[in-house]
C-alpha cells in the first residue's frame, strides 16, 4: 500500500481577494485529479517555535510522493504557480512530509 504524504506551506500573501479569485479558485480542481486534499488553509495559523513565515499557511494530503509531485510538477498547475510566485505572494516555504514516525533508535 503507498504511504500517504502531507504538503505544509507557508507564504505571504499580496492581496487575499487578489489570491483567492486568480490562484485559490482553479487550485482546487487541479488538486482534486491528484487526489489531493485540502486540509486546512488559513490566516490564522501561529507560530509555536522559531521565526513565524507570511501569512497564509495551508496543509494538503496526497495518497503518494508521486501523487504529489504529480501535482507540482503538472502542466495545469505550472500557470499557477507561476502566478503564485511572481504576482500574488512575495515568498513561500513548503515541505512534503511522509506519514510516517521514525523511531527515535533510527536517528542515532
Known sequence: MEQSVYIFGQMAVKSYDDYFTQYGLPFLPILEKFNGKLLAATKNGRTLEGDAFGN???????PSKEMAYGFVTSKEYAPLMELRVNELTDG??????P????????LS
Open 99 to 106: 506519514a510516517e514516525i521514525t523511531p527515535i533508535e533510527k
Open 92 to 97: 513561500a516555504h513548503a515541505v512534503l512530509i
Open 56 to 62: 497564509w499557511t495551508v496543509l494538503m494530503q496526497f
